[in-house]
């Protein structure tokens, strides 16, 4: 699954997770930790399975639960015009 962020978009990693920039509208998004490593695993080529058996293998949730985490927050994000693809 091949996600990018907007070229109008910025990505800063905070010490709780990381904040989105949207620089067309000046909005702010906030991702914790968890939603910061789901965006950089799927910005890295990861597989929403891949990412799934990674957060489940940290986490106390459910392969099937992750995958469905991680699609939300993928649903999200393309909502947002954030990322592409």
């Avoid at 907007?6 to 920039?21: C, H």
């Avoid at 910061?36 to 799927?42: D, F, G, N, T, W």
Wanted: charged share 20%; hydrophobic share 40%.
């Amino acid at each position: 699954m091949s996600v990018e962020l907007r070229p109008d978009v910025t990505l800063t990693p905070t010490g709780s997770g990381a904040v989105v920039l949207d620089e067309r509208s000046g909005r702010y998004f906030q991702l914790n930790r968890t939603g910061l490593h789901i965006l950089q695993s799927l910005l890295d080529d990861r597989t929403a399975d891949e990412i799934a058996t990674d957060l489940s293998g940290r986490y106390p949730v459910t392969a099937d639960q992750a995958r469905t985490d991680v699609a939300a927050l993928l649903g999200s994000l393309r909502t947002a015009g954030l990322v592409t693809g």
